[in-house]
């Protein structure tokens, strides 16, 4: 069925399985095709985030759309808080690649036989769509693709939401994304120095050095995933710098917080359509 | 395999198989040949004055549990239609077999009043209930979220922390007054947070955050569903037995912990604030039963 805005959507028809554990990160989920078409969406938070509540809606509606309806969806969830974003990417970037060279034994490790997939099955094309420090995440990780020549690497497109690439100031950031915690006063807990807080402080080593090596990358002409095909930034966003971040494109400016630009409602589709968009 | 018996592979894989749900079944055999008395094991804990601590009984309570939230998601997706009418007879042998068994439905009925379990009873016995729905790819995407939302507190190791600690439980000399004074204090919370040596408090302490995180998400899917009043009600039936004990055990005690890490804001707090009193109101909401009444209506109970 076609909306009066001209957009796809699926009434009748269930196109994904019910949600699956992914055995990689921590908290992961899988939205699998019912009929793959050899894409896939790998949603990355960030600070204090989770691979389900970060996202809110975007399951949902991704399930509904014919844009979507054979892509695979995963949430992808990490340690945000205690671990560094070094490891992170180690780890991000290892899932990446069991995913793209192994995807139907990716798959089919999270269902039981009758729902298995194809050994031959491939992906074409993957999206990360990834918000806050998840980009910073994300974009070490593809550096470490780059690094080994990753034969997947090429089949990678980068969608950012929020990026903390330039860094974020610290007591709004906290504020921002601790949750409840949120509640209690701030700088008493920004005291006990939770590791990316540090990486993330505007020209630490790990920003400088992400931006070096993407420059770098980049400049080898074999390295185009590593810039971002779409970002949005949050127009009131007094979180994190809003430079811009190598040759990243000039962003797309969205009437929400931080928190909320990456959360579509009913009312708000602007993330969705971006995402979609972008496809 | 049509989506509809996909879906109820799934859901048997995730809830049955990868549960404790099977030992309790071996139980439930250990019972029928006298070897396991079911009454006392699954008696009311709050009768039990001692209440109940042996390791084996706290196992064997959460493998039945761990059944009866099986028959509960299975009742949820017959109600939305997202499994096949015709249940396998395997499927409905096994639930007769439980749900008729004197010992658990004593346990469903009367200790916990848990409603679903009832349902899929009365379903598996010919009286399935039907309830207004939306369309099919709306439903399918609904519970893939409620499954989601679930999924944030199942067989997590914080907040099975802090559940036993609202539920009165000790960790030594370590219970829920440390867990609230705890919270009061900015110093010890970021430590908590921080610390890649979880204390059993502070692990109470992540739990309570990542419970009041599903408290919210929940929350906002009962929201939209709320076209679909059966539908709301079962989603909220599903974690009802938490969110009653919340409201006639502990009374304010979840309210207080939100209100103790906000006593002391100072400047950031007029934005606190308002997040204070939107946590809180999600509380009452999920506490105050009214999302209960429209299940128990339709199946007047």
């Known amino acids: 069925m076609t909306r009066r805005d001209g957009a796809s959507v699926l009434w009748l028809v269930q196109t994904h399985l019910m949600p699956t554990k992914l055995p990689w990160g921590e908290g992961s989920r899988a939205h699998w095709a019912t009929k793959p078409n050899g894409s896939a969406l790998v949603f990355v938070h960030g600070f204090s985030g ?14 509904q759309r014919s844009e979507t309806s054979g892509s695979d969806l995963l949430f992808y969830g990490y340690d945000s808080l205690r671990t560094q974003v070094r490891p992170n990417a180690v780890k991000l ?28 099955f491939q992906y074409d094309r993957v999206t990360i769509v990834a918000h806050s420090l998840g980009a910073v995440v994300a974009r070490r990780a593809l550096l470490d693709a780059h690094k080994s020549a990753a034969l997947w690497a090429p089949k990678v497109t980068l969608i ?19 949750g ?69 494109p ?16 009913e009312t708000f589709t602007m993330p969705l359509d971006f995402v979609l968009g972008c496809l | 395999m049509n989506i509809l018996r996909q879906n109820l592979y799934q859901l048997e894989g995730q809830f049955f198989c990868a549960t404790g749900a099977r030992s309790a079944l071996d139980h439930l055999e250990q019972a029928r040949r006298g070897h396991l008395d079911l009454d006392t094991l699954l008696r009311n804990h709050v009768d039990d004055g001692k209440g109940i601590t042996d390791e084996l009984e706290v196992t064997q309570r959460d493998e039945f549990d761990d059944l009866l939230h099986y028959f509960a998601v299975l009742e949820i997706a017959c109600l939305l239609g997202v499994v096949p009418r015709n249940l396998p007879q395997e499927i409905v042998s096994r639930a007769r077999a439980v749900l008729k068994n004197r010992a658990v439905r004593r346990y469903y009925r009367t200790h916990y009043k848990l409603l679903l379990p009832e349902l899929f009873r009365r379903r598996v016995s010919g009286s399935g209930l039907r309830i ?30 802090f559940l036993w600690m609202l539920d009165d439980g000790w960790y030594g000399d370590v219970g829920l007054a440390d867990l609230v004074d705890h919270l009061r ?19 109470a302490v ?33 974690h009802a037995y938490w969110f009653e004990f919340l409201r006639t055990k502990t009374g304010s005690a979840l309210d207080q912990m939100v209100a103790a890490l906000s006593t002391s804001s100072g400047e950031e707090g007029s934005g606190a604030l308002a997040h204070v009193a939107q946590v809180r109101g999600v509380i009452f909401r999920l506490t105050d039963g009214h999302y209960g009444a429209a299940l128990r209506a339709a199946a007047r109970v």
């Open chain 1, 180 to 248: 409840v915690f949120r509640f209690a006063p701030i700088e008493a807990i920004a005291k006990w120095q939770f590791p990316t807080l540090a990486e993330l402080t505007p020209g630490s080593p790990t920003l400088a050095g992400l931006e070096k090596d993407t420059a770098k990358a980049l400049a080898t002409g074999r390295a185009s995933y590593l810039r971002a095909k779409a970002v949005a930034i949050a127009e009131n966003d007094n979180v994190v710098v809003l430079n811009d971040f190598c040759d990243d």
């Open chain 1, 160 to 178: 950012l939401f929020a990026p903390a690439h330039m860094g974020a100031h610290l007591i709004p950031f906290l504020g921002a994304v601790l």
């Open chain 2, 206 to 238: 992540r739990g309570f955050g990542r419970y009041i995180t599903f408290c919210c998400t929940l929350d906002a899917l009962l929201q939209r569903v709320e076209r679909w009043p059966e539908l709301q009600s079962a989603f909220w039936h599903y």
């Open chain 1, 250 to 265: 000039v962003p797309v400016v969205m009437p929400r917080s931080h928190v909320a630009l990456c959360k579509p409602t």
């Open chain 1, 50 to 63: 989770s691979a389900v509540d970060t996202w809110l809606q975007f399951p949902e509606f991704l399930r």
């Open chain 2, 132 to 161: 207004t729905r939306p369309k099919a790819a709306v439903t399918s995407a609904s519970l893939a979220a409620f499954l989601d939302i679930a999924a944030l507190v199942e067989q997590n190791e914080d907040v099975e922390t």
């Open chain 1, 93 to 120: 970037v290892a899932f990446l690649g069991e995913l793209l060279a192994q995807p139907a034994r990716t798959m089919n490790s999270t269902v039981d036989p009758p729902l298995y997939r194809d050994a031959a």
């Open chain 2, 185 to 203: 204090d900015a110093r010890k919370l970021g430590r908590s947070l921080v610390t890649k040596r979880p204390t059993p408090l502070d692990r």
